[in-house]
Every structure is written in C-alpha cells, then in structure tokens.
C-alpha cells in the first residue's frame, strides 16, 4: 500500500509541471493574451484531437509513422549492435569501420532525405532508410563502448579455466555490455520518431508529418497541434516502455548501473 502511494506522489510530482503550464496555456488564450487562431488551446486541441481519433484520420497516419520509426530502429538494432561488437573485438573490424562512422557520425541524417526519395521513391521504405541510418550509429558506438568496457580479468578469467570463446560472449561480455546497448537504444529511439515525422514532413503522401504539413498549410491549428500532441504521447509512452524494459533486463545490476535512470 505505502509503495502504491509512492508511486502516486511521484506521478503526481512529474504530471504537476505539465499540468501547469496547460493551466497557464489555457487561461492565455481566453484572456486573449495571444491568438487563438495561431495559438489554440489546449481544450480546441483536445476536441480536435477527438475528433482525428473518431474520423479514423489519427490512427491510420500513426500507424504509417510507426511503422517507418520502429522498423527502420529494429534494422538499425540488428546491424548496429552486432558491428558495434565486432568493431570491439577485432582489430580488423575497428581499422574498416571506424574510420565510416567517424566520417559519418556528425552528419545532419535529415540533409539525405531528398537523396532517399530520388533512390527508393515516396514511401515507407524511404522513411525507414532514413530512420534506420539516424539509428544506426548510437547503438553501434554505444555498443562498441560497452563491449571494450567489460572487465578484462572476467574474460581473461574464463579463458584460463577454458570456457569457449562462444560462451565468454554470451555469459559475459554480452550482459556486461547491455546497460551500454539499452543506453544507445534510448538515444536511437529518440532519433527514429524525429526522423520519421521529418521524412513525411518533406515528402510523404500520409503519416503523422504529413498530416501537420495540410493542417499547417490550411490554418487548421487545432488539428496541427493535435496530431503533434499524438505523436508526442506515444513517443513518451515508448521512453517510459524502454526504461522499464531496461530496469527489468538491469535488475541483477547496481541501481547506478541503470540505463533508465532518467
């Protein structure tokens, strides 16, 4: 019961900053303190909301959106984290690869869109690519960190008693490296909503982007501003996922170990 009431308290400590600022949102608009009509309230936003939900316009478009953003993170997770490894672990590897990912790391993913489009054409399969791409590099290098960080006398340790190579991987190098992977993981997760609204943004025939875009351009704030709040809550509720996913999979770890910590 006490734990229940915790959890309650900090929830309402986190909700009272949010709650706040659309109190204060609200009570602008209807003292006419900024224009509604560029500016909607948050109740206009809400109703508008309602509104994408019954017509079926909302789901449809997120499911577009969700789909370029997890596909394109789950191609990034399977390349990324085993070359992140790899790069780890030979030398080989690490002389190839890594030149390619320092060239490519403070690269602007978005600038390649237009690039995209003129080789795999309007779709979802442009908008994956490019998540894919923005995706790939975190969980590489986050990867690549957390294999060179596990303990050296662990491995050297097994080594000496016999255990096979195959084995020091999964029973050791692999678990020490995860808060590193889930940390990369996070960050990606991030970049593969951004960058899948941005793909749509500039050129797609629907998704959540999309539907901002015509909102936008037809002064149809309300709606704007409900289809980025929709996108926005799924985008936490997906954070919030992984760092209980992440929590779960960290529970043999110190608490400071955590890659959710946040």
């Known amino acids: 019961m006490r734990r229940c009431l915790n959890a309650m308290k900090l929830l309402g400590a986190r909700a009272a900053p949010i709650a706040a600022l659309l109190a ?3 009570l602008a608009v209807s003292l006419r303190l900024v224009n509604a009509d560029f500016l909607p309230s948050p109740y206009a936003i809400s109703v508008a909301g309602v509104d994408l939900v ?14 370029a953003s997890f596909g394109g993170l789950a191609l990034a997770l399977l390349i990324g984290v085993p070359a992140g490894m790899l790069m780890a672990k030979s030398r080989v590897a690490d002389s190839v690869l890594g030149p390619l990912v320092k060239a490519t790391y403070s690269l602007p993913k978005t600038a390649l869109i237009p690039l995209f489009f003129l080789w795999f054409g309007i779709g979802a399969t442009t908008d994956m690519v490019a998540v894919m791409l923005a995706c790939l590099l975190p969980l590489l290098v986050y990867a690549h960190h957390g294999v060179q960080a596990v303990p050296r006398v662990l491995v050297w340790s097994a080594e000496c008693m016999g255990t096979p190579p195959a084995r020091i991987f999964y029973a050791i190098e692999l678990p020490a490296s995860l808060a590193a992977i889930l940390t990369g993981l996070r960050i990606a997760l991030g970049f593969s909503f951004v960058l899948a609204i941005s793909a749509e943004m500039i050129a797609a025939k629907s998704g959540i982007g999309r539907l901002m875009v015509e909102y936008g351009e037809n002064g149809s ?4 501003f409900a289809a980025v709040s929709a996108i926005v809550i799924v985008a936490f509720a997906a954070d919030r996922g992984l760092i209980a996913l992440t929590a779960h999979a960290l529970r043999w770890q110190e608490p400071h170990h955590s890659a959710g910590a946040a």
Not at 54 to 67: H, I, K, P, Q, V
Not at 221 to 224: E, G, I, L, N, Q
């Open 24 to 26: 204060i949102w609200q």
């Open 54 to 67: 019954r017509g079926g316009e909302l789901w449809s478009n997120l499911g577009l959106t969700l789909l």
């Open 221 to 224: 704030y309300d709606y704007m």
